[in-house]
């Protein structure tokens, strides 16, 4: 299914270069972009809410205490 947006000339003339240059289609273009904003409001986000975590002494130090029982179990036990 398709559907018609608006976007300025500008950015449509973005889009058609960038198509032009990687031969794909303008809407996988426009996919694509729409999933990169999509990962980069979620880590910044996910940023965020570290940031608020550390900002809270108790709560970073029951992060940091989980960290610490959890590295164990990425110690390679074969050798």
């Known amino acids: 299914m398709s559907t018609t947006i608006r976007v300025s000339e500008p950015t449509r003339d973005r889009f058609a270069k960038l198509a032009q240059a990687t031969g794909r289609p303008m809407s996988q273009l426009v ?3 729409a999933y990169a904003l999509e990962r980069r409001v979620f880590f910044d986000q ?9 900002d809270d002494r108790v709560a ?7 960290r610490a029982v959890e590295s164990g179990a990425l110690r390679d036990s074969s050798a």
């Open 31 to 33: 996919d694509e972009a």
């Open 46 to 54: 996910f940023s965020s809410g570290y940031e608020s975590l550390r």
């Open 60 to 66: 970073w130090a029951e992060i940091e205490a989980e």
